[in-house]
């Protein structure tokens, strides 16, 4: 049923997230020494769905198109937000619009000049966009698109339906183990952005994006440190991604662009010396910056057609 055996460690993820869930709401630990790293894994758990879901956009997991309807239902509810909707805001204006004004999530609207404080409110400041966005494409594809509309809603229904029965079980439960891991997926997976992107040339070949090429995080994460190679070919499988970066990225990159370690780039953009600066060292000069440019067509016009996996 796979079309790659490597998502077998997809599904043990995503079988860890509700695992562990169902410990902490049906028997949470008796002490805040144990409760602790239980909600911590929770919370990393809920965001690896989230990397599942912009993977599987792209990629879908299963041959048989009802087992990829049903697994973004169950992606739902790992991160808390229709998987449908990743498609409006990430494969369709931020891969095709990348840091320009049609890119909802455009580096550029963060002008915090504590550079900290542009990384922990990025989603924030995004989230109005794309809901507005997400919006306004559900509108025009109900008509032209009715297949991905109803899997929309039905994503969107169960969820709330889920939602709805948990907070009567247990409503404190609930927002501790559910909903703030939720919101933490939501957080990271669209903070991810701002790492990747800012500082970078959005009109290279190579050097638009930023990467994380330690082993670890990229055990974690699927690989999704490799981001070059994903714009480059948004439909390859992740497993695949190191061996692409490796041949048609490395060689021709700047090298300020593979970073060897998350949290050492972490330490030094937020915490010291804390200066936002381009790929290549120099000072972050922020241009002025609009409103967001409108890319989704009118119901009556005919989309752009571009190749970035499974976007339907």
Known sequence: MLRQRADLKTLGFVATYFGLTAWAFLAPPPNLLLLAPLLVSICFFSFFGAVITHNTVHCPMFRARWLNRAFQVVLTLTYGHPVSSFVPGHNLSHHVHTQTRKDVMRTSKMRFRWHLLNGLFFMFRMAPDIMRADTRYMTAMRARKPAWFRQMLS???????????????????????????????????????????????GDSDYNHSRNFVGKLVNWFTFNNGYHTIHHMKPGLHWSRLPEAHAELVAPFIHPALDQPSLLGYLWRTFLWPAKRLTYDGKPYVLEPDGPDEDWIPAPNETPPQVSLGAVS
């Open 155 to 201: 994503e969107y229904a169960i969820l709330y339906a889920v939602y709805a029965v948990l907070l009567w079980i247990d409503w404190k439960g609930f927002l501790l183990y559910v909903y703030l891991p939720h919101r933490y997926a939501g957080w990271g997976i669209i903070t991810m952005n701002l790492l990747q992107h800012d500082g970078c040339d």
